[in-house]
């Protein structure tokens, strides 16, 4: 029997039916590289993984763990902060293989397999001067993402990733293939706009497109003390930027780059990081109210969507814990309280102090969607990454104490992507109470005995 409860025949039988490869402990290096995900905190020892090729090897694969009653993991991208993406003693279902994107320029979709990266379908729609509201860094998994909801540095202009959702194909909790549309099973498709995993595997997705031949990113620094009032005219700049404007407000270790002066390398900084559809010379029009501030490093840069995309990719290897707080407004007092708390992140390190805005075409989007944080216009993000484990209990206490002091000013509900193991009551407040009672009815259809439960769950009605 292999480890964890998995017979040998059983596995055996699992390798002869699927196209791709079963790996197990005993396969040692391969499967260590298999089990590693992006929050090096997690380590965890599946019984086997199914690294998948196809639909069928997927159904092959489900079929498997549930007649062996082993816990059900399902992987793309591998950057849930939770370590969602493994189980202990459990199968995983590992879609990196399918990472096929197929673009149709004159009708301006994709098609992308479950197991792609933000960066196969950023470069597979590039050529062709088109894009979709895609997660900020490049190797996030398109699947989690889009499910969650999807919120990037282009949604402002084009919404969230949800809202450019046409199809989804997914197997079921009993191995059946389902396409989900507007016009087929349009209650799972409502669902798949934020709900998350809880209904199959998604094998595949269709997403609308937009023209982008070109973007402008822009980096503005300064000594932190600069933050409170540099926050301040940055909100009363967002409240009147066009939605071509994209980015946020960050604290920040300055890296050791050629525009950045060397009394603030590695130091912590305030940055205004502007991203805006179109060339500098307008990027910089757009912007004008904030190049006025007497910012003490800029760095501007002209630059495909997919490149913008890549530019910057948090290091792999790092002990992560990462939390949000969805705010209705941002008064001064609020903004004070923000950056008083960007004092406690572990500095130098990866780590960022984040403050991204919404509004635009995210807050214009359906509202009957399950993803009620939509409406509100600041997003609180402290993403937490630190190399030295006794640096754990101080990173997550910096990211819980930014939640508790952005409390008074927060809507309650929030992007479950952004966050990991919050408990119940956060993932319904994610989804919205009348949501979730929607979802739990959704859910008991298409898994009624919750196998698909690492995850934000959502339990069967």
Not at 111 to 119: I, K, N
């Amino acid at each position: 029997m292999a480890p964890g409860g998995l017979p040998g025949p059983a596995l055996e039988a699992l390798r002869t039916r699927m196209t791709g490869e079963v790996i197990v402990p005993d396969d040692g290096a391969p499967y260590d590289e298999a089990r590693t995900v992006f929050n090096a905190m997690i380590d965890r020892h599946p019984t086997a993984i199914a690294q998948c090729e196809t639909a069928e090897d997927v159904a092959a694969a489900i079929r498997c763990g549930r007649e062996h009653g082993l816990p059900i993991a399902v992987r793309g991208g591998g950057h849930s902060v939770a370590g969602m993406a493994l189980a202990d003693d459990g199968l995983v279902v590992d879609l990196r293989r399918m990472h096929a994107v197929t673009v149709d320029p004159d009708r301006r979709t994709a098609r992308v397999g479950g197991g792609a990266t933000m960066s196969h379908l950023d470069r597979a729609t590039q050529p062709y001067g088109l894009a979709t509201t895609g997660g900020r860094v490049s190797t996030t998994g398109v699947g989690g993402f889009v499910l969650g909801g999807g919120t990037g540095w282009a949604d402002r202009m084009f919404g969230l990733a949800c809202d450019n959702l046409l199809a989804v194909d997914l197997v079921t909790a009993e191995g059946d293939t389902v396409r989900a549309s507007e016009d087929e099973h349009p209650e799972l498709f409502w669902a798949l706009h934020g709900g998350g995993g809880n209904f199959g595997v998604a094998t595949s997705f269709t997403l609308r497109l937009h023209p982008l031949p070109l973007v402008t990113l822009m980096l503005l620094m300064w000594p932190p003390e600069a933050g409170p009032d540099v926050l301040r005219d940055y909100r009363d700049f967002l409240e009147s930027a066009p939605d071509e404007v994209g980015g946020g407000f960050i604290y920040l270790t300055a890296p050791p780059e050629e525009f950045v002066p060397p009394e603030l390398v590695d130091t912590l900084v305030c940055v205004v990081l502007v991203t805006y559809a179109g060339d500098a010379p307008r990027a910089r029009e757009a912007a004008a109210p904030l190049l006025g501030l007497g910012h003490r490093a800029e760095m501007v840069a002209e630059l495909p969507y997919a490149d913008l995309q890549c530019l910057l990719d948090d290091p792999p290897g790092y002990r992560n814990y990462w939390s949000a707080e969805h705010l209705d407004s941002l008064p001064d007092q609020a903004a004070g309280v923000f950056c008083a708390r960007a004092a406690d992140m572990i500095c130098p390190s990866p780590s960022q102090h984040v403050l991204f805005p919404q509004g635009g075409a995210v807050a214009r989007g359906p509202a009957d969607y399950p993803v009620p944080w939509r409406t509100a216009p600041w997003v609180v993000h402290p993403f937490g990454l630190w190399s030295d484990p006794a640096d754990d209990e101080r990173g997550r206490q910096w990211a819980r104490q930014t939640r508790a002091d952005v409390q008074p000013w927060s809507s309650g509900a929030v992007y479950l992507n952004f966050i990991g193991r919050e408990g119940e009551q956060r993932v319904v407040a994610g989804l919205g109470p009348e949501n979730y009672r929607r979802l739990a009815a959704v859910k008991a259809t298409y898994d009624p005995d919750n196998v698909f439960q690492l995850n934000h769950n959502i339990k069967p009605a």
